[in-house]
């Protein structure tokens, strides 16, 4: 069992930036880590992911804005955001699952509880 607290969410005007942090109760290395994000009436969609195997996914809309990144050490997983824009206003949830990367959410079985993200215009 793993349980994932994620934080570092908040108001931000357009072009700002923001850190969140994924720390998980257990050890993570053997884990795919994934940032989804979530807005009202539509399906949580995959931002960005770090594969227990290496390598780094992000959908297309934050390529070259939002960075992943993990500490296997302090058990944690961050999503460093650039550049925001209002379209990147959503709630921000941390999930893993023990296997290989995924853009399906039902896949994964732990979730955090989610951050709100809104970035102003």
């Known amino acids: 069992q793993v349980q994932l607290v994620e934080s570092g969410g908040g108001l931000v005007q357009a072009g700002g930036s923001l850190r969140l942090s994924c720390a998980a109760s257990?050890?993570?290395?053997?884990?795919?880590m994934a940032w989804f994000r979530q807005t009202p009436g539509k399906e949580r969609e995959v931002v960005a992911s770090?594969?227990?195997?290496?390598?780094?996914f992000y959908t297309d809309s934050v390529k070259g804005r939002f960075t992943v990144s993990r500490d296997n050490v302090k058990n944690t997983v961050y999503l460093q955001m650039n550049s925001l824009q209002p379209e990147d206003t959503a709630v921000y949830f941390c999930?893993?699952?023990?296997?290989?990367?995924?853009?399906?959410?039902?896949?994964?079985?732990?979730w955090g509880q989610g951050t709100q993200v809104t970035v102003s215009s």
């Open positions: 999930a893993a699952r023990s296997g290989y990367y995924t853009t399906n959410s039902k896949l994964y079985a732990y």
């Open positions: 770090i594969p227990w195997s290496g390598g780094t």
């Open positions: 257990g050890r993570i290395s053997t884990y795919t």
